[in-house]
Structures are given as structure tokens and as C-alpha cells.
């Protein structure tokens, strides 16, 4: 199968940040290896979108927030189950960062995502209370964009989280399986792509575009 990419598709290259890099605190095995990828496919884009997890210090997703707790633990919260991370992506810091060998300088829009402190938020679209949007769909809409691309990390989280969204909000929406990688705890890839197959996410390969 190839893909013609056009005017009306965005690519969603979802929190390459050194903290989800090989080396940070919730670094997704092989994730540098996926670089080159979302670089080469960025290319055959006009539209791409980044995202950037962005917490502010004492945020809810934190075990260190939660006295006792460790991180993989999962608590009950208002809007339900949040598993409990590593401090990662805070406000200002090296690993808040965006990866400098991420070279996308038409990437129109960066979406940060998890600034409330009381909410999480996996999915580029909504918070993890289901209610909060970040306005992703409105701009995609009033830009007439209609097909979702989705790449990063984690696969089993942001970028599984974000593709079940697109793909709510209307938007035809495929996840570039190579160039993904997930974190894998507790079941958690199994699970994911299970969720994505179920709402009729289309799992693509990097070639699938780039041979077109
Ligand atoms: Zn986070």
C-alpha cells in the first residue's frame, strides 16, 4: 500500500522529548532510532503538528506528587485511573525539551499538553478528564485538514491516546507503527493497539508514505 500525502493531511509527531528519550527517566526503548523516520516522512508533509508534555512542578501524574507512592503505581483519581510517573517534562527543563535532531522547521504549531496541575493529559485533543480540549481539533478543522498521521512516543500512551481522539473528532486517522515506540507496562502496548484496531485506526508503515 502507498499514500499520497496532501494538503489536507497533517503529521503529528508526537513528544520527542529527551525524557521519553533513551537516557531519560521515561525513555521508550529504541526511540532515538525513530528520529530519522519522522524527519524523512516530515518532509512529504506541508502540515505538521508537534505536541510537548508540560507539567508544572507538584503535577498530578508525579508519584513524587503522591507521598508513599511509587512511580507505575495506578490511584484513583476524580476523572478516573492515572498511572503514577517519574518526574518528567517539568516546566523548563533539559528534558521538557523537544529533541534538537528533530529538523521540522515547517512544523506549524506546537500543542503542550499537561499544564494543568490537577489533570493529565496523554492525548494531544483532550485532557484525561475527558471535558478539557486543547483546541488541536478546532485548528485542524479551520485549516481543512481531515487525515491524522500520528508518529512518537509513547506508542501505548500519547500517541495511542491521540490517534483514538483524531479519530473521534472526525478525522481519519493512521498510526506510522515504525516510527513509534512504546513504553510497554503492565500490558499496556497490547492494549493499545487492541483500543486503535477496535475504532478503525489505520497501523501504517514509514514506507507506505515514503515509497509513494
Ligand atoms: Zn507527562
Redesign the pocket.
Known sequence: MTIDIGANDVLIVV?MQYDFLPGGP?GAPGADHIIPLINALATRFANVVLTQ???PPG?V??ASSHPGRQPFETIELSYGPQVL?PD??LWGTHGAEISAEIVIPHAQLIIR??YNRDV???SGFQEADRKTHTGLAGYLKERAIDRVFVTGVATDF?VGWTALDAQSAGLQTAVIEDATRGIDTNGSMHRAWANMTTAGINRLQSNDILAA
Open positions: 513528544d521515561l508534555d508540560w507539567h503535577h501524574s508525579l510517573w518528567h517534562c499538553k499537561g493529565d493529559s496523554y500519547c
